[in-house]
């Protein structure tokens, strides 16, 4: 089991950039898959982007170019940098950890853009 909590989110313009952070309860260098999800209201959940524990990313359509993902195995943190932020970027951003095929949720940091 883990225990992931989010950090970093807040209200931001139109054009600007946010780093979000997941810090883990416990140690990640075994977790093999770690991710970000996001959920705007009335949407479903969608897949932002996942990084392995040997540093390979994914990211999830339309992801690719503002969004990156990294992990630091030695601080048991996760990040997400997002770059160009705009309104439709508006939503809920979760960590995902998958350990052994479960996946552990944090509770999720705010992200709203302003126009």
């Known amino acids: 089991q883990v225990q992931l909590v989010e950090s970093g989110g807040g209200l931001v313009q139109r054009g600007g950039s946010l780093r979000l952070s997941c810090a883990a309860s416990?140690?990640?260098?075994?977790?093999?898959?770690m991710g970000w999800y996001r959920q705007a209201p009335g949407k479903q959940r969608e897949l932002v982007a996942q990084i392995d524990r040997y540093g390979s990313t994914n990211y999830g359509d339309s992801m690719a170019g503002r969004f990156t993902i990294s992990r630091d195995n030695t601080k048991n943190t996760m990040d997400l940098r997002i770059d160009g932020l705009r309104p439709e970027d508006t939503a809920l951003y979760y960590c995902?950890?998958?350990?052994?095929?479960?996946?552990?949720w944090g509770q999720g940091t705010q992200v709203t853009v302003s126009s």
């Open positions: 995902q950890a998958l350990i052994l095929g479960v996946p552990y």
């Open positions: 416990r140690s990640i260098f075994e977790i093999l898959v």
